[in-house]
């Protein structure tokens, strides 16, 4: 199967299933066996099209002599493919996208007898007029994200911001690691990459992080066996230094824990030492952070199938560091999950109430000194600052203390640091620092 085949076959997953484009590349590129150079065209097609959707569109209807919504699902999908390729990749060959997608409209429209020819006429006239389209106006054509979405944004980010962010957003994610300095070096792990064929260069900003390209799958690479990484973005990796954990014997708390990139931080950051309780609701996530705390060589990492909305009796008045990821509605990691921007606001009206509860339970395992890590992965200030701001005033032994930042981000006074896409080449995160007093 093809790489072009792959990314058609996840983008009617998505369409059809409702499912989740991460997850159905997954799937679907382990059931292709795609070789590393066609598992990333596949994957870069697949969130290419989903991040376009709109813009793409756009364009289509100017090469159309119909209508778009006259277009079988399928047979737009294809078509998306194709104009993607000639219109954002430029290593790709106009010929071979206009090509292959004629063949894929031979084998998945074939009660559509015009379906070849419409392809290829199609996509033959968007290389003619490639430089003469006319480009969108308003920013949620221009981006494809819903106009919803987008004032929201603007209303975090304010109108001199907005745009630079929704870029970010639809731009090919990093591969960002941290090197599991327990048993490596970031210049070693770097040289041992370079020889497995894996461009690595240092994060601008972040110790012990690097930066991949031409990574293939991550999971086959001896140096990931071996646990010398992990997989986290400088922003996660960011919510956990700024807890300053110091080296000892000291009990950590992560929640909503899984895949576990917070609690190896906090490993490492112990030095090995310590015990780091990690959490999740979801009971077929815990062996994926049992796993992955052996391969890493955390023996003091100790994952638990647990609500996080649930008192733990056993762990009250002695945390010494709360780790306080909680579900969000996810709008810093578009960039990532693309599907994201789809979602329906509706069902995200009750996130503010459930993040409360959790911040809330688990503000009580903080033993008195302690500190607490209130962290999501939005913009949205009524997530964000807004249960920050409650938690506040329901709980007034805990109060916020200045983050200590890598230089780039200058002097914290607030306690509270909003990372926006397209400005620290991170994802959008919320980080919080709380204290309970002595």
């Given at each position: 199967m093809s790489a072009r085949e792959s990314a058609l076959n996840v983008l009617k997953n998505c369409r059809a299933e409702g499912g989740w484009v991460n997850s159905s590349l997954k799937e679907q590129?382990?059931?292709?066996?795609?070789?590393?150079?066609?598992?990333?065209?596949?994957?870069?097609?697949?969130?290419?099209?989903?991040?376009?959707?709109?813009?793409?569109?756009?364009?289509?209807?100017?090469?159309?002599?119909?209508?778009?919504?006259?277009?079988?699902?399928?047979?737009?999908?294809?078509?998306?493919?194709?104009?993607?390729?000639?219109?954002?990749?430029?290593?790709?060959?106009?010929?071979?996208?206009?090509?292959?997608?004629?063949?894929?409209?031979?084998?998945?429209?074939k009660k559509q007898k015009n379906a070849a020819p419409?392809?290829?006429?199609?996509?033959?006239?968007?290389?003619?007029?490639?430089?003469?389209?006319?480009?969108?106006?308003?920013?949620?054509?221009?981006?494809?994200?819903?106009?919803?979405?987008?004032?929201?944004?603007?209303?975090y980010v304010g109108e001199d911001r907005l745009e630079a962010m929704l870029r970010a957003n639809n731009a090919a994610p990093e591969t960002v690691i941290q090197v599991n300095t327990l048993k490596t070096t970031a210049a070693a792990l770097m040289r041992r990459l370079e020889a497995e064929g894996v461009e690595a260069a240092p994060h601008g900003w972040m110790e012990n992080c690097l930066v991949l390209k031409n990574t293939g799958a991550l999971e086959k690479l001896p140096s990931f066996c071996d646990g010398a990484f992990y997989v986290q973005d400088a922003a996660a990796r960011l919510a956990v230094d700024c807890a300053e954990i110091p080296e000892g014997d000291f009990l950590v708390t992560d929640c909503c824990a899984a895949p576990g990139g917070k609690s190896f931080a906090a490993a490492i950051r112990l030095g090995g030492r310590?015990?780091?309780?990690?959490?999740?609701?979801?009971?077929?996530?815990?062996?994926?952070?049992?796993?992955?705390?052996e391969r890493l060589g955390f023996a003091n990492m100790h994952p638990r199938h647990f609500d996080a909305t649930v008192f733990d009796p056993e762990l009250e008045n002695k945390v010494d560091f709360a780790l306080v990821d909680v579900p969000c509605s996810g709008y810093g990691i578009i960039r990532k999950k693309p599907d994201i921007r789809e979602k329906d606001p509706d069902t995200m009206r009750e996130l503010p109430q459930l993040q409360l509860q959790i911040l809330q339970n688990q503000a009580r395992y903080v033993r008195p000194g302690g500190v607490l890590i209130y962290s999501t992965c939005t913009l949205v200030r009524r997530e964000n600052e807004g249960v920050v701001e409650k938690f506040l005033k329901a709980n007034p032994e805990f109060h916020l203390e200045p983050l200590k930042l890598p230089a780039e981000f200058g002097e914290n006074t607030t306690g509270m640091l909003a990372l926006v896409p397209g400005e620290h080449d991170t994802d959008g995160f919320f980080i919080a620092r709380l204290r309970r007093r002595s």
């Open positions: 590129l382990a059931r292709d066996r795609l070789d590393r150079r066609d598992a990333a065209l596949a994957t870069r097609l697949a969130c290419g099209v989903l991040q376009n959707r709109a813009l793409l569109d756009h364009y289509l209807q100017q090469l159309l002599t119909g209508r778009l919504k006259d277009l079988r699902p399928v047979l737009r999908d294809i078509l998306h493919l194709g104009l993607y390729q000639i219109l954002f990749l430029d290593k790709i060959p106009d010929s071979a996208a206009v090509n292959e997608s004629v063949d894929l409209a031979k084998r998945y429209c419409l392809v290829n006429g199609v996509l033959r006239n968007a290389v003619r007029s490639r430089d003469t389209l006319a480009a969108p106006r308003d920013l949620p054509t221009k981006y494809s994200h819903p106009a919803g979405l987008v004032a929201l944004l603007k209303s310590g015990r780091i309780v990690s959490s999740d609701v979801h009971e077929h996530k815990v062996p994926l952070m049992e796993k992955g705390a």
